[in-house]
Nanobody, 118 residues
Framework: QVQLVESGGGLVQPGGSLRLSCVAS????????MGWYRQAPGKQRELVAA???????NYKDSVKGRFTISGDNAKNTVYLQMNSLKPEDTAVYYC????????????WGQGTQVTVSS
């Protein structure tokens, strides 16, 4: 059973940067078809970035040009580099299989809180 542990969140000023990490335990993990989701208070969880089976990347329009998803299969880790952060990026961030690329999810991790505020 794969378990996911997200880290790297924190409090950052508008315009700042953070790098999130998602480390997976388990032998069956692959970075392909993985994505980063976020959930703001009172809102539904949304997918913001994903890695396809071919290794290309897709992004929600609101984060294009600011966020970059990447991964390292040797380290069982998926990253999300977030630049030019805005207050509306404030949310709990989770990694998991991208819903439109995979037919299943791993058990959800605890997520990592990102707060963008001055």
């Amino acid at each position: 059973q794969v378990q996911l542990v997200e880290s790297g969140g924190g409090l950052v000023q508008p315009g700042g940067s953070l790098r999130l990490s998602c480390v997976a335990s388990g032998d069956s993990f692959s970075i392909y078809r993985m994505g980063w989701y976020r959930q703001a208070p009172g809102k539904q969880r949304e997918l913001v970035a994903a890695i396809t089976s071919g290794g290309s990347t897709n992004y929600k329009d609101s984060v294009k040009g600011r966020f970059t998803i990447s991964g390292d299969n040797a380290k069982n880790t998926v990253y999300l580099q977030m630049n030019s952060l805005k207050p509306e990026d404030t949310a709990v961030y989770y990694c998991n299989k991208a819903y439109y690329l995979a037919t299943y999810y791993y058990p959800w991790g605890q997520g990592t809180q990102v707060t963008v505020s001055s």
